[in-house]
């Protein structure tokens, strides 16, 4: 008896869901796709979890499919998917698939709703295919390259996705996309950087600029090029080009230039240079170099003075810090007082992040050019403020 109410309140919940699925597509009937997938999956919740698996299960497998229905049955199992329920996911739409009466337009969609279940169950192979499979498809070849490149990024196969994004290029203009390609060219630049393929990789640096123009690791890598081969100079104005592509990598950028400086230039000679891409971009890490490079060229006073000066309008705990630190050689030591301020400083600096996703809002202490959160290129940036930049 307990079967039979529950397979009768099954049913009424089922025909109340088709009855209210009928009435909207008869106002849409130009729409195939589900239009809002995460409502039918709360208006399905209830059904999802007050009755058993095999409940579930049986109703799928007993389901007709139709035209009226598929929607249904892709909603439950997208809804099993979301869950981490994929193996029944997976069930589900290969079921669809094989049942003769599916009608044909709906076979891409099935299809690529299977290739997300292989994709969300690690089966990475199965779900290589399928995107493939679907690459020349008119409603969804897009959505399926997208997704092999997503999956190519993962495995680390940056020459796969490479030749997908460039066959995605040819059919649509994305600066979203462009800078994703130009990114990947990178990871493969990189990768000839470390094999010491220096032609290899300068080569494609510069195609990865080519695609991008914007694109600040490509020219970090020309830079790194530049300084293996002596030329530290240029390395060093490389670095200062990024100033121009985004400033807000200034940080990282000057932090190299000042680095190649000090191993092989002249920090002093950069005063004018440095204070006019102050005076443009101002910062923290801009700061602390100028005060550095007139520190060498007129004397600690003189970068003394102008620390002051600057944490006047534009306050940070590092210019601080360096502030006291330069007030102590002055004087020839360092007060009790100087001392506990650069102690309060350096515990508040400590295990803070340094770089945030402006994506998604992953934080941490490494820059990564692919966020490891949201997956996307060059969102994660040194973090703005007081305590930072």
């Known amino acids: 008896m307990d079967m039979f109410f529950q397979w009768l309140l099954l049913t009424a919940a089922v025909a109340a869901g088709w009855f209210v699925g009928r009435y909207f597509r008869s106002e849409r009937?130009?729409?195939?796709?589900?239009?809002?997938?995460?409502?039918?999956?709360?208006?399905?919740?209830?059904?999802?979890?007050?009755?058993?698996?095999?409940?579930?299960?049986?109703?799928?497998?007993?389901?007709?499919?139709?035209?009226d229905t598929v929607g249904l049955h892709l909603s439950i199992g997208a809804h099993f998917r979301h869950k981490g329920e994929t193996d029944r996911a997976i069930l589900i739409h290969q079921n669809l698939l094989a049942r003769p009466e599916l009608p044909g337009h709906f076979s891409p969609q099935v299809t690529f709703e299977l290739a997300r279940d292989y994709l969300a169950a690690g089966l990475l192979d199965r779900a290589e295919a399928l995107f493939h499979q679907l690459m020349d498809d008119r409603e969804y070849g897009e959505r399926a390259a997208a997704q092999l490149i997503e999956l190519y990024q993962q495995e680390k196969e940056w020459g796969k996705a490479?030749?997908?994004?460039?066959?995605l290029m040819k059919n649509r203009l994305d600066p979203k996309l462009a800078r994703q390609l130009a990114y990947i060219t990178c990871e493969l630049a990189d990768d000839c950087v470390d094999r010491d393929d220096r032609w290899g990789a300068q080569k494609l640096a510069k195609e990865a600029l080519a695609i991008d123009g914007s694109c600040v690791r490509a020219t970090f890598i020309l830079s790194t090029l530049q300084a293996r081969q002596g030329n530290y100079r240029e390395a060093a104005s490389l670095c200062l080009k990024v100033f121009?592509?985004?400033?807000?990598?200034?940080?990282?950028?000057?932090?190299?230039?000042?680095?190649?400086?000090?191993?092989?230039?002249?920090?002093?000679?950069?005063?004018?240079?440095?204070?006019?891409?102050?005076?443009?971009?101002?910062g923290t890490s801009l700061l602390l170099a100028l005060a550095e490079a007139v520190e060498h060229s007129s004397g600690r006073q003189a970068a003394i003075d102008l620390l002051r000066n600057e944490l006047e309008t534009r306050p940070s705990v590092r210019g601080l810090l360096r502030l006291v630190e330069l007030s102590g050689y002055e004087r020839g030591l360092a007060t009790g007082e100087g001392r506990l301020v650069s102690r309060i400083g350096q515990l508040i600096l400590t295990n803070r992040p340094v770089y945030r996703c402006v994506n998604c809002g992953f934080s941490g202490?490494?820059?990564?050019?692919?966020?490891?959160?949201?997956?996307?290129?060059?969102?994660?940036?040194?973090?703005?403020?007081?305590?930072?930049?």
């Open 365 to 389: 202490q490494q820059l990564h050019w692919l966020c490891p959160s949201c997956k996307e290129w060059e969102t994660v940036r040194p973090i703005q403020g007081v305590e930072a930049e």
């Open 244 to 282: 121009d592509q985004n400033p807000e990598f200034g940080p990282e950028a000057i932090d190299r230039f000042m680095k190649l400086e000090r191993a092989h230039g002249d920090v002093g000679r950069n005063g004018k240079r440095l204070r006019k891409l102050y005076e443009q971009h101002p």
């Open 29 to 67: 009937r130009a729409v195939r796709n589900i239009s809002d997938e995460s409502s039918v999956r709360e208006r399905l919740q209830f059904l999802f979890t007050n009755y058993s698996d095999q409940a579930v299960e049986n109703f799928v497998q007993s389901l007709a499919v139709n035209k």
């Open 162 to 167: 490479a030749q997908v994004a460039r066959t």
